[in-house]
């Protein structure tokens, strides 16, 4: 490799908080058009890391060079002058702005006296977003965008900021199939140029496709670095996990119950349609279909998020007339929402404090009032029983946690309720293979604890390996179910895609 080809080089980086190392001594180096694939569990130091690279963190030792030049950002603008931008997970765009006015939010281009110029923001978006995508209108407002524009919207402004250095952290987790080979796509065209990209995911499929290189971290140290063609899926999880997995989906087998929940005609406005399914005690039933089939929409409506406008609910043979979500949590159902950030979770509040969320109001029912120190007891066994990861459970706020972690934080909080009917959206997005694997353990133990559980996914691999049934949704309809015995990748995506029953 020629000096020349080398476009940043990190050596020796660490980093602390509170004393606790979560960064040791990493070296790290991107060539010119290379697709570097970093990968490791939630809490490895990944994006530790990347936030050391783009100023976010300042490196307690170590060094950063761009082009051989030692640089030392002070902040993200900073590092965003230096041709380093980050395209985050959780994007960093204003919903109520338009596209023009989000590419150009630090640096507005104005006319002769001094006023915006939004005539001339709106022609440079275009010229900046057309070889993106020629689709995306820079006048409208983000919020009214799909997800996978507004991905490419940012890849919009740092291709504007002309960036050496595009660090894309976990970037397919909301989109569907071929939003991510159009963002693919332009990932391979800018590394064309001679663009670098650090390309974060959980999703090992996707590091192969894209990546050139693969490199592990593994509890803030650097475990190793592999060409793609050098490694295979499982010695990649066993360098991310330190340990041998032999089984990725545990199964194990249930006796089911009686029926607890019943679903019948349910209709929700245009977007889901006379859709009638049943759960049982103990039974585990996946809910499979692609972006827009309805699935999340009907999750809401049975439990109340969302206002039916069709349809009946039976919960353990009764119907709910009023189908509220405090009705359908006085009736023993839970539901684990996809956007934990937004809907799930407290961000600024303490990993005890959402732990104890939704079970304040069972605990005063047996006390009449809130022990704090009965509390503190049952949200400390929860920590345990799901090894949350946490430096300290009173004080750390939830958002520091790694994404996997704060997973675990909005299972736990349900589970403290004990409630028998589990409707879990998208449990296991954004998460490494490590703590996938502890959420299937969990999602077995309540099974088998006789709870009913509907796990809804768009990954059919976890489906098949942990569920006893799968239903299959399309344009808002139900239109097949499959047992165990007949589970099969080709016949769950026909029928998610033509939209008919097998």
């Not at 353990?316 to 979770?345: H, P, Q, S, W």
Request: glycine share 8%; net charge neutral.
């Amino acid at each position: 490799m020629s000096e020349k080809d080398v476009l940043l080089q990190l050596k020796g980086i660490g980093k602390s908080f509170s004393g606790v190392s979560v960064l040791e001594n990493i070296d790290l180096t991107l060539r010119k058009g290379q697709v570097l694939g970093l990968v490791g569990e939630n809490g490895a130091g990944k994006s530790t890391l990347m936030n050391v690279l783009g100023g976010v963190h300042k490196p307690d030792a170590g060094r950063i060079l761009i082009e051989g030049n030692e640089v030392k950002h002070r902040s993200p603008l900073e590092a965003t002058a230096k041709g380093i931008a980050f395209v985050h997970q959780e994007l960093n765009l204003f919903n109520n702005l338009t596209v023009a006015e989000n590419i150009y939010i630090t640096n507005y281009p104005r006319n002769i006296v001094g006023s915006l110029s939004y005539k001339k923001i709106n022609e440079m978006a275009s010229a900046a977003l057309d070889e993106l995508d020629k689709d995306i209108d820079v006048k409208k407002v983000v919020d009214d965008l799909p997800m996978g524009q507004r991905q490419l919207v940012e890849v919009g402004k740092a291709i504007e900021y002309n960036a050496k250095i595009i660090i894309f952290d976990e970037p397919t987790t909301s989109l569907s199939n071929k939003e991510k080979e159009k963002l693919f796509a332009v990932i391979r065209r800018l590394t064309a140029k001679g663009v670098g990209v650090i390309y974060i995911s959980h999703i090992l499929e996707d590091i192969f496709l894209l990546c050139d290189d693969i490199m592990v971290l593994r509890d803030g140290q650097f475990i190793g670095l592999r060409k793609k063609e050098d490694v295979s899926k499982t010695e990649l999880i066993e360098m991310m996990v330190g340990r041998s997995i032999n089984q990725l989906y545990p199964y194990i087998e249930k006796d089911v119950g009686k029926e607890v929940l019943r679903v019948n005609n349910l209709s929700q406005d245009s977007r889901v349609n006379n859709v009638s399914f049943s759960l049982n005690q103990g039974e585990i039933v996946g809910l499979f279909g692609l972006m827009g089939a309805g699935r999340s929409e009907m999750a809401r409506s049975v439990f109340g998020i969302d206002p039916i406008t069709g349809g009946e609910i039976y919960v353990y043979g009764e119907l709910i007339k009023n189908v509220l979500t405090k009705t359908m949590i006085d009736k023993g159902i839970a539901f684990i929402t996809e956007n934990r950030r937004e809907e799930g979770l407290l961000m600024p509040k303490s990993v005890s404090d959402n732990l104890s969320l939704a079970y304040l109001k069972t605990i005063k029912k047996r006390f009449s009032y809130i022990p704090v120190r009965q509390e503190n007891k049952d949200t400390d066994e929860m920590i345990k029983k799901i090894r949350i990861k946490t430096f300290n459970k009173f004080r750390q706020d939830v958002r520091k946690l790694s994404g996997g972690n704060q997973q675990k934080v909005v299972i736990g909080k349900w589970m403290l309720t004990r409630p028998n009917i589990f409707i879990l959206d998208e449990p296991t997005r954004g998460i490494d293979v490590g703590a996938k694997f502890e959420i299937y353990t969990h999602i077995n133990e309540l099974a088998k604890q006789k709870s009913a559980v509907l796990f809804i996914s768009s990954e059919m691999e976890e489906l098949m390996g942990v569920c006893d049934r799968i239903l299959v949704m399309s344009r808002g309809s139900l239109i097949s179910e499959f047992k165990r015995d007949d589970f099969s990748s080709k016949s769950l995506m026909e029928t998610a895609i033509g939209g008919t029953g097998s």
